[in-house]
């Protein structure tokens, strides 16, 4: 099963067009296709040139990279953990996924209107931030008045349910998000995963800014950077727009070509699906022969997030 991110941001982002970028195989590199499962999920293989060089020296009949499913969830609007819009659809789908591509406005554009009427993505973080982590603080309340009585009454485990759960709760009536808990011990962290809550999943903001600033960022994007400092997630700079752009041309050879005028070395779309794996992926590859025959596998564990899986690369 594929690692599963969900695409979120607020209208007018450039969320759709990102996801339209990303559902294009035109946007990927020529070996990479891409498919389309339905309107707004699709499943996207991982750009990887050790595949390249590991296939060089194999030589394999087949390569069978990793993938990503990529959701585009829709429907949040302020007041969407009391249900407002689409906000319990919305809310559902995030819990689903494994991780989040959050998707910020970097960028001064009159024709594009925005929501809230002013450029302000760290705003735009928290607006989100703060239904995901009410929603949180309901789920933490809930455990504790189960739990809570049997804590009292001297049960061990109980007791250790508790401190995680107020430990949680202490974080997100500060409006931080759950992400910033860490925990000592390993009973500790498995009740903390079983919780599965929205605000604890791996979290790759992506700043939308102009062509111009998609190589140095710009000032809101250094806004971005400080307001996240302290939770433990990945920040990318991309230009949706230009990336749209990319996609319409035909060739590999002619995204190159683009791309090489800007003096990007790499899409970003190709480095949006890296770092997306990345959120759950430790970076080390162990490779071993299959069976005495001319296949390989190429296990990636992936350990120390919510996501305990195994994702093979398989020649």
């Excluded at 959050?102 to 993505?121: I, S, W, Y």
């Excluded at 230009?242 to 790499?266: N, P, V």
Aim: glycine share 8%.
């Amino acid at each position: 099963m594929a690692l599963q991110c969900g695409i979120v941001g607020l209208p007018n982002v450039g969320k759709s067009t990102l996801f339209n970028c990303l559902s294009s195989a035109k946007a990927q590199a020529a070996n990479f296709p891409f498919c389309t499962i339905e309107p707004n999920v699709g499943t996207i293989t991982v750009p990887d040139e050790r595949l390249t060089k590991l296939a060089e020296l194999v030589h394999p009949g087949r390569i069978v990279p990793a993938t990503v499913e990529i959701v585009d969830i829709a429907g949040l609007v302020k007041g969407a953990s009391k249900g407002e819009g689409l906000g319990n659809k919305f809310l559902g789908n995030i819990r689903e996924c494994d991780a989040i591509i959050h998707v910020l406005r970097c960028f001064d554009d009159e024709n594009v209107t925005h929501v809230d009427g002013t450029v302000n993505p760290v705003r735009d973080k928290e607006i989100i931030d703060t239904e995901l982590q009410i929603k949180d603080l309901e789920t933490i309340d809930q455990r504790l008045q189960k739990v809570a009585k049997q804590a009292a009454v001297g049960d061990k485990q109980a007791k250790i349910v508790c401190d995680v759960l107020n430990a949680y709760r202490d974080v997100l009536l500060q409006g931080k998000s759950a992400r910033t808990v860490t925990f000592d011990s390993k009973d500790e962290e498995k009740i903390a995963h079983d919780l599965f809550l929205l605000t604890s999943k791996p979290v790759l903001y992506v700043c939308n800014v102009d062509e111009g600033s998609v190589k140095t960022g710009n000032a809101y994007v250094e806004q971005v950077r400080e307001a996240i400092k302290d939770e433990n997630a990945q920040l990318l700079v991309i230009a949706a727009k230009t990336e749209s752009e990319i996609a319409e041309l035909e060739s590999y050879e002619d995204r190159q070509m683009f791309l090489e005028e800007l003096g990007l070395e790499e899409s970003g779309v190709n480095r949006l699906v890296k770092s997306a794996f990345s959120l759950s992926e430790p970076g080390d590859i162990h490779h071993r022969r299959t069976h005495g025959g001319k296949g390989m596998d190429l296990p990636q564990r992936l350990e120390g997030t919510s996501v305990r899986r195994c994702y093979p690369y398989r020649f």
